[in-house]
C-alpha cells in the first residue's frame, strides 16, 4: 500500500455531495450512447472536505466511494477529444480483446480503424466497443478510475460476496438477463460516474463497468 499512502494524501478534507445528473451528450466529438441511464447510486460520494484520515477510517480497506471536485483535468480532458487524439495517435496500434472474463483473442489495428470503423455501440447479442461496451466481473487491487469523457456504470460487490454472472457473457446481457432477477439484497452497490468523477474501490473487490456512452477514462491501480 506504499503507492496508496503517496496518493492519498490528494484527498483533502472532504463533505458528503449529493448525485448529480450527468452532462448529455458527451461531448469531445465522442457518440452518445443509447444505453438508458439508471438514476440509482447506491455509492457514496464525498467531495473535497474528506480527510485523509476520515478516508482511510471509512473507505479506504472497506468500500468505495465517488470522489467529487478533487482534480481539474481540463487541460488533459482537452487533448482526448476524438479529434485531437486521432490526430495524435491516429497510426499507433491498440489492442483489442473481447469483453469476457478470460479474453481468448487479442487483435491489434490501428488506431484510426478502431475509432472510424469498428468503436460501435454493443447490444446483448453483438459485441461493440462503444455504447454498451465494458468489462464483466473481475477483481484485483485497489485503484482509482476517472472519467474524462462519456458515462460510465459501475457495478460493485464486497469480496466475500461473489456475483452471479457467466465469465463469457458481456456486462450489457448480465444487466438484461441476471439483474432483473436478483433480490434486493443480492444487488451490487451501483451508481454512474460521471466526466470529472474519480471512484475509489477497495482490494479484492468484483466489480464490472457498462460504458452509457463512448467513453474515455483513466484507471489507476495501487500496488
Not at 491489434?108 to 464483466?136: A, C, I, N
Not at 456486462?171 to 452497490?189: D, I, K
Request: aromatic share 14%; glycine share 8%.
Amino acid at each position: 500500500m506504499w503507492a496508496a499512502r503517496r496518493l492519498l494524501p490528494l484527498l483533502l478534507p472532504l463533505a458528503w455531495a449529493r448525485p448529480a445528473a450527468c452532462p448529455d451528450p458527451p461531448g469531445g466529438g465522442w457518440q452518445e450512447g443509447t444505453v438508458p441511464e439508471e438514476q440509482r447510486c447506491t455509492v457514496e460520494r464525498a467531495d473535497a472536505s474528506l480527510t485523509y484520515p476520515l478516508f482511510l477510517q471509512r473507505f479506504a480497506f472497506s468500500r468505495p466511494v465517488i470522489l467529487q471536485g478533487l482534480t481539474d483535468n481540463s487541460a488533459f480532458r482537452a487533448l482526448c477529444t476524438r479529434e485531437k487524439l486521432l490526430a495524435a495517435f491516429g497510426s499507433s496500434p491498440v489492442r483489442l480483446s473481447t469483453a469476457n472474463t478470460y479474453s481468448y483473442r487479442k487483435v491489434d489495428v490501428p488506431f484510426t480503424d478502431y475509432v472510424e470503423q469498428l468503436l460501435e455501440p454493443q447490444d446483448p447479442g453483438r459485441l461493440g466497443s462503444g455504447s454498451g461496451s465494458g468489462v464483466p466481473f473481475h477483481w484485483h487491487g485497489p485503484g482509482f478510475s476517472e472519467v474524462i469523457f462519456g458515462r460510465k456504470r459501475w457495478f460493485l460487490y464486497p469480496p466475500e460476496k461473489t456475483p452471479h454472472f457467466h465469465p463469457n457473457e458481456t456486462t450489457l446481457a448480465w444487466l438484461h438477463h441476471t439483474y432483473p432477477t436478483l433480490p434486493p439484497a443480492e444487488r451490487p452497490l451501483e451508481c454512474t460516474i460521471c466526466p470529472g468523477e474519480v471512484l475509489y474501490f477497495p482490494d479484492r473487490w468484483w466489480h464490472a463497468t457498462l460504458n452509457l456512452d463512448t467513453s474515455v477514462f483513466i484507471s489507476t491501480f495501487l500496488g
